[in-house]
């Protein structure tokens, strides 16, 4: 299995509810990442994970909360979140922390 | 601070060659490239360490001049399927294991036409 995946593709939620994007890999990489990306804009770096333990947070609203449950699942929970949180999140992994970067397809995320 | 690139935009014809620049403010470790389709995610083409190394991927190559905190990606004999958004990414020089992060550049989205 060569690849990230992620789930849901499309997510729309309200600004009081609480929902959790999810990323899988199950190919050995030990360091997994967050990105949010708007549009024509490159993917902006929101949390790092290495070898299960948060060691990157791009000084990123509690609104957005990571969870590492194991090395090959990472979850971005999200709460009360505002309309400009809308974006394509993306997450991605690599064998160890820089090297090359695999990318899930992404979620994209509206909030009304 | 967010690594330039330039040119923002550019199209050309099948066959024809391109340059895309990369440049830093900061001291650079590594620098990665990627391609994104619209609608697609980011694909890793290739990274380059400080060193001054220059790097192959069929027709696409890339150069690093660590001094100057840049780096080039050459395009030869450009193929339609070319098409898409360019983007670095740097690695400042590190301090602490599991502390690596990539900045992404600016993009520049390239359009390749028969």
């Known amino acids: 299995d060569t690849e990230v995946t992620q789930t849901p593709k499309h997510l729309v939620m309200g600004m009081t509810n609480k929902k959790s994007l999810k990323c899988e890999q199950h190919?050995?990489?030990?360091?997994m990442y967050w990105y949010k990306q708007k549009a024509k804009k490159p993917p902006e770096l929101m949390f790092v994970?290495?070898?299960?333990?948060?060691?990157i947070n791009e000084s990123v609203p509690s609104r957005f909360s990571p969870e590492c449950p194991n090395s090959s699942l990472l979850n971005l929970h999200l709460h009360a979140l505002q309309p400009e949180d809308s974006a394509l999140y993306l997450c991605a992994s690599s064998p160890t922390p820089g090297n090359e970067q695999f990318f899930g397809p992404g979620t994209r995320l509206t909030v009304l | 601070q967010q690594p330039v690139q330039s040119p923002q935009a550019v199209i050309l014809r099948e066959g024809e060659d391109a340059v895309i620049n990369c440049s830093s403010s900061?001291?650079?470790?590594?620098v990665h490239w990627y391609r994104q389709k619209h609608g697609e995610a980011p694909v890793f083409l290739m990274i380059?360490?400080?060193?001054?190394e220059q790097k192959g991927h069929e027709k696409i190559s890339a150069s690093f001049n660590e001094k100057k905190q840049q780096s080039s990606l050459y395009l030869t004999a450009s193929q339609l399927s070319y098409s898409g958004t360019y983007f670095c990414g740097t690695e400042p020089p590190l301090i602490n294991f599991g502390n690596e992060k990539l900045t992404f550049g600016t993009g520049t989205r390239l359009t390749i036409i028969p």
């Open positions: 994970y290495s070898y299960e333990k948060l060691s």
């Open positions: 380059l360490l400080k060193g001054g």
């Open positions: 900061k001291a650079l470790y590594s």
């Open positions: 190919m050995g990489h030990r360091a």
